[in-house]
């Protein structure tokens, strides 16, 4: 594990490690925040990072520069973090003894080691099962409950989502690094489960607190986690706010948001999810036909 750098190695084993991308697979930076919302809940301790010089081509995934306090300029590199919780002693009843999260950035090079460097230290650590964190965007409107899917090959796991009514996505074709490390993690005799948040296309502020509020519940309720989602569920709520207030000053947008609407409640059976690039396009198409007939179909 040379491209491994450990801070500190926890004496104890964990049974679940928590995993979260940025970049494709985490659309309205969901996933990564909700993540981050829990460590600092659990006021999780780093542990190891992963050294991005092998597995990024920095012309594409840049580093960002930045001032210190003191006026010097730093570079700060795509990171790839390990954090440890532990629950204090004595454990409250029904509650998690602890968990691995790992919150990175979809590299771009060495898929295979960097998904082995994962699971290695997953195994090292004791894990059973590695819990996959994703979102991605959907015709779905935001007027209705967030669209969960997810999968597991833990059976327990599945239970949980399926009583959950949280069904499995039936796509195919272009994938992230998180299907390759569940492919490793699945070899390597570890469980995998993942868990999607549906995020409605049309929507580009980041984070979407609402995404946010939904996984956080869900994960910690299945994974017994400790976690006060109050500052969450309040920022998800201002969200929502915010959402409804730019909508109704949109009129083309807040017709669009309808027709979804008739099609999301008559729909009763699973679709794939469509292509990001061909939503966006539905939206734009519509928008400028709208634009056309309210200007009585000129140009």
């Given at each position: 594990m040379s491209n491994l750098i450990i801070h500190q190695k926890p004496e104890t084993k964990f049974d679940?490690?928590?995993?979260?991308?940025?970049?494709?697979?985490?659309?309205?930076?969901?996933?990564t925040s909700t993540i981050k919302y829990m460590l600092r809940q659990l006021e999780a301790t780093k542990i190891a990072e992963i050294d991005p010089e092998e597995f990024y081509d920095f012309s594409q995934e840049r580093p960002r520069s930045y001032r210190t306090r003191d006026g010097r300029r730093r570079v700060r590199w795509p990171a790839?973090?390990?954090?440890?919780?532990?629950?204090?002693?004595?454990?409250?009843?029904?509650?998690?003894?602890?968990?691995?999260?790992?919150?990175?950035?979809?590299?771009?090079?060495?898929?295979?080691?960097?998904?082995?460097?994962i699971a290695n230290l997953a195994l090292d650590?004791?894990?059973?099962?590695?819990?996959?964190?994703?979102?991605?965007?959907d015709a779905v409107p935001h007027t209705r409950q967030v669209k969960l899917t997810g999968s597991s090959t833990q059976p327990l796991f599945q239970e949980a989502l399926q009583s959950s009514n949280i069904g499995s996505s039936n796509y195919q074709g272009p994938t992230g690094i998180s299907t390759a490390v569940m492919e490793t993690c699945t070899r390597k005799g570890m469980s995998y489960a993942s868990l999607w948040g549906h995020t409605s296309h049309y929507l580009q502020a980041a984070p979407n607190y609402r995404v946010c509020h939904t996984l956080a519940e869900h994960i910690s309720r299945m994974l017994k986690l400790p976690v006060d989602l109050a500052e969450l569920r309040s920022a998800a709520e201002n969200f929502d706010k915010e959402v409804v207030q730019a909508i109704d000053k949109d009129e083309q947008l807040a017709n669009y948001v309808r027709k979804l609407e008739d099609r999301y409640d008559e729909s009763q059976i699973e679709t794939p999810m469509p292509e990001p690039a061909d939503v966006v396009m539905?939206?734009?198409?519509?928008?400028?036909?709208?634009?056309?007939?309210?200007?009585?179909?000129?140009g």
């Open positions: 679940h490690l928590i995993v979260a991308f940025a970049g494709w697979p985490d659309a309205g930076e969901s996933a790839n973090e390990f954090y440890s919780w532990q629950a204090p002693r004595p454990l409250a009843e029904g509650t998690s003894k602890g968990a691995l999260f790992f919150i990175g950035v979809e590299p771009n090079l060495k898929w295979r080691t960097f998904s082995e460097t650590l004791g894990v059973k099962t590695v819990v996959h964190l994703g979102a991605l965007l539905e939206l734009e198409q519509f928008l400028r036909s709208e634009q056309r007939r309210n200007m009585g179909g000129a």
